[in-house]
C-alpha cells in the first residue's frame, strides 16, 4: 500500500477546495496566466486567506501536483495489486482519467503539463519527481514477466510504452468528430485489434 504524505491537508475541507480550484484553473489558464488572486475569488477566499493555507503560488502549484500524483498514484496502485491479466490491467490504467472523479481536473491532462512549466519555471522543477511512479510500473511489468505475458528483456520497454501511452492521452485533450476518446485508441492498440494482421 502507498505512504502518501500529508499534501495541503485535504482534510481540510478549505484547503480541498483551493487544491481542486488551483487545479482547475492551472490547467485552463496555465501556470503564468493563474494568479493566487483568481484563485481565491474563485474559493470566494481573500488572497491573503488563500496565501495563508499554501504560501506562494509555485508552493500552491506543487501542491496540487503532488496531490494529483497522489491520486493517480493510488488509483494505479489499485488497478497493479487487484485481479486480471497484464493487459486487462494496462486497459485500466490508460482508462483511468475515467475513474477521476467528476469535479477533478483532468488528471493525465494536468499531469502531462507539468513538465511544460516546470521546463518554463525552475522553481517548479521538483513537481516532476514527488511520487515513485516508477516502483509502481515497475511492479506491473514484475507481475507481467512472472505471469509470462511479457519478456523480461521486454520490461524496460513496456515500461516506457506505458508512460508514453498516458503522457499522449493526457496531451490529447481535442475532440475528433466521431471519433474515440485517446484511451479507446491506445487500447486498441494494446489489444492488437487495430492493426490488420493479415
Not at 482547475?24 to 486567506?49: H, K, M, N
Not at 495563508?52 to 506543487?62: N, S
Not at 491520486?71 to 475513474?99: C, F, H, M, N, T
Amino acid at each position: 500500500m502507498s505512504m502518501r504524505p500529508p499534501v495541503g491537508g485535504e482534510s481540510d475541507p478549505t484547503r480541498s477546495e483551493i487544491l481542486r480550484v488551483a487545479g482547475l484553473l492551472f490547467l485552463e489558464r496555465g501556470y503564468d496566466a493563474t494568479t493566487t488572486r483568481s484563485i481565491a475569488q474563485r474559493v470566494g477566499l481573500t488572497p491573503a486567506a488563500a496565501a495563508h493555507h499554501f504560501g506562494r503560488k509555485h508552493e500552491l502549484y506543487l501542491a496540487v501536483t503532488a496531490s494529483m500524483q497522489w491520486a493517480v498514484y493510488e488509483i494505479i496502485e489499485e488497478i497493479v495489486e487487484g485481479p486480471g491479466s497484464l493487459l486487462d490491467k494496462i486497459e485500466l490504467i490508460l482508462r483511468l482519467e475515467e475513474q477521476a472523479p467528476e469535479r477533478e481536473p483532468g488528471y493525465l491532462r494536468f499531469l502531462a503539463s507539468v513538465g511544460v512549466e516546470a521546463s518554463r519555471h525552475p522553481e517548479l522543477e521538483s513537481a516532476l519527481s514527488q511520487v515513485p511512479f516508477n516502483d509502481l510500473f515497475l511492479r506491473l511489468a514484475d507481475d507481467g514477466v512472472a505471469g509470462g505475458e511479457v519478456a523480461a528483456d521486454d520490461r524496460a520497454l513496456l515500461l516506457r510504452a506505458l508512460r508514453v501511452m498516458l503522457a499522449g492521452i493526457g496531451l490529447s485533450s481535442w475532440d475528433l468528430p466521431g471519433a474515440h476518446s485517446p484511451a479507446d485508441a491506445a487500447v486498441e492498440l494494446v489489444r492488437g485489434r487495430l492493426l490488420n494482421r493479415t
